[in-house]
């Protein structure tokens, strides 16, 4: 069963860059599409960048230009690079995974993901 972690949250000053990390256990990453969602406290959860078991890209127009999804296939771990970060872009970060196979299929809702990691918190304050 593919278990995930994501790692590289923290405090930030508005302007500033993270990258978060998914790392993969248990499965081959590659074989699944994956998604980073983020949620505020009060808020719903958001879907804010994904990727196809083919690495085909979906960013939305929300945060596009600032956030940029990739893969590393030999480390078995998905990237969320985060740029010029904002106070609105506080909240915990999660990534999740759906298998694919060797499909390009990949989906920005949060209910078709089937794994998901336990989420790390970004903070962007002065």
């Known amino acids: 069963q593919l278990r995930l972690a994501e790692s590289g949250g923290g405090l930030v000053q508005p302007g500033g860059s993270l990258r978060l990390s998914c790392a993969a256990s248990?499965?081959?990453?590659?074989?699944?599409?994956v998604g980073w969602f983020r949620q505020a406290p009060g808020t719903e959860r958001e879907g804010v960048s994904f990727i196809s078991a083919r690495d085909s890209v979906y960013v939305p127009a929300s945060v596009k230009g600032r956030f940029t999804i990739s893969r590393d296939t030999a480390k078995n771990t998905v990237y969320l690079q985060m740029n010029n970060l904002k106070s609105e872009d506080t909240a915990v970060y999660y990534c999740?995974?759906?298998?694919?196979?060797?499909?390009?299929?990949?989906?920005?809702?949060?209910?078709?993901?089937?794994?998901w990691g336990q989420g790390t918190q970004v903070t962007v304050s002065s």
């Open positions: 248990r499965a081959t990453l590659a074989n699944y599409a």
């Open positions: 999740a995974a759906k298998y694919a196979g060797l499909s390009n299929y990949v989906t920005s809702t949060a209910d078709d993901y089937d794994y």
